[in-house]
């Protein structure tokens, strides 16, 4: 499994671990399930940088 695949595979489970984060925590009325949804969203958003920066790595040199 390439690297590229591997982080979007962990992006994918990342967003949906969110997803459910937000459903509990709006359900639950709790700010503390919501605020752990927001701190995985980062971490998402990390991810999501870093397949910019791989796929930026790939691109030819320019002249």
């Known amino acids: ?3 590229t695949r591997r982080l979007s595979v962990v992006l994918i ?13 709006i359900s639950a009325n709790s700010l503390g399930v919501l605020a752990e ?3 995985y969203l980062a971490d ?17 040199p320019t002249s």
Do not use: D
Request: hydrophobic residues 60%; positive net charge; glycine residues 14%.
């Open 1 to 3: 499994m390439t690297r």
């Open 13 to 25: 489970l990342n967003l949906v671990l969110v997803a459910g984060l937000v459903v509990v925590g």
């Open 37 to 39: 949804g927001a701190e």
């Open 44 to 60: 998402a958003a990390a991810i999501g940088g870093s397949l910019l920066a791989v796929r930026v790595s790939k691109l030819p």
